[in-house]
């Protein structure tokens, strides 16, 4: 393997993890208060009264998503729109590098 392959390895990492990581700490509910967040989305939304009921917080991990409820209907998504296509395209390219790593192997080993 060549030495500057390493290196690009290590970039790869370290940029992958960082959305990840991102993501993460939108839906973990211990690393921010979702009911003051869910406030301040609510109000800069635009015309809010202040007198619709706070319902709850709907969390999933696959893909990140954290949906504040509101009685009226209203729905705030609290996970920024670019987070899961960019962990899509991260995830598909660590796949398709680690199958060229697994077929440049078996290559070599029966060359």
């Given at each position: 393997?060549?030495?500057?392959?390493?290196?690009?390895?290590?970039?790869?990492?370290?940029?992958?993890?960082?959305?990840?990581?991102?993501?993460?700490?939108?839906?973990?509910?211990?690393?921010?208060?979702e009911?003051?967040?869910?406030?301040?989305?609510?109000?800069?939304?635009?015309?809010?009264?202040?007198?619709?009921?706070?319902?709850?917080?709907?969390?999933?991990?696959?893909?990140?998503?954290?949906?504040?409820?509101?009685?009226?209907?209203?729905?705030?998504?609290?996970v920024?729109?670019?987070?899961?296509?960019?962990?899509?395209?991260?995830?598909?390219?660590f796949?398709?590098?680690?199958?060229?790593?697994?077929?440049?192997?078996?290559?070599?080993?029966?060359?």
């Amino acid at each position: 393997m060549a030495d500057w392959s390493y290196v690009a390895m290590a970039l790869f990492g370290v940029v992958s993890l960082w959305p990840i990581g991102f993501g993460l700490l939108n839906v973990v509910p211990w690393f921010k208060d979702e009911h003051e967040t869910c406030f301040v989305y609510r109000r800069q939304g635009g015309a809010w009264d202040g007198e619709d009921e706070f319902v709850g917080v709907d969390r999933t991990f696959v893909p990140f998503s954290v949906v504040c409820r509101w009685g009226d209907g209203y729905r705030q998504q609290l996970v920024v729109d670019w987070l899961n296509p960019t962990v899509a395209v991260i995830v598909g390219l660590f796949g398709a590098a680690l199958l060229t790593a697994v077929i440049s192997a078996v290559a070599r080993r029966r060359g």
